[in-house]
């Protein structure tokens, strides 16, 4: 039977990570209110940030952007969107 947890995100009960993404107490917390679900629309969203603001992971800069976006989007705040980007739903 899979983890359950209490989605920060969607705000309902739904299956879990099966292990901390990144370690440290950032990994733990994710870990614990987020849903597979809601990582899983993350890390789409956030390859997105990455390559069409063409961010330098080596940055410090950079993944302290991603940090700061990460947190907002489970907490439900306003993250950036991809100037002229086009999800390929919309497309069609």
């Known amino acids: 039977m899979a983890r359950k947890v209490q989605c920060i995100k969607y705000g309902q009960e739904l299956d879990g990570l099966d292990m901390p ?3 440290g107490p950032k990994g733990q917390k994710v870990f614990e209110t987020v849903s597979r679900v809601a990582w899983q629309e993350w890390l789409t969203h956030q390859t997105t940030l990455i390559n069409e603001k063409r961010l330098n992971l080596m940055d410090a800069k950079d993944r ?8 907002k989007y489970f907490e439900g705040g306003e993250v950036d969107q991809a100037e002229g ?7 069609e």
Not at 64 to 71: G, H, K, S, T, V
């Open 21 to 23: 993404p990144f370690p």
């Open 85 to 91: 980007y086009i999800p390929p739903s919309e497309t």
């Open 64 to 71: 302290a952007y991603l940090d700061e976006q990460r947190d």
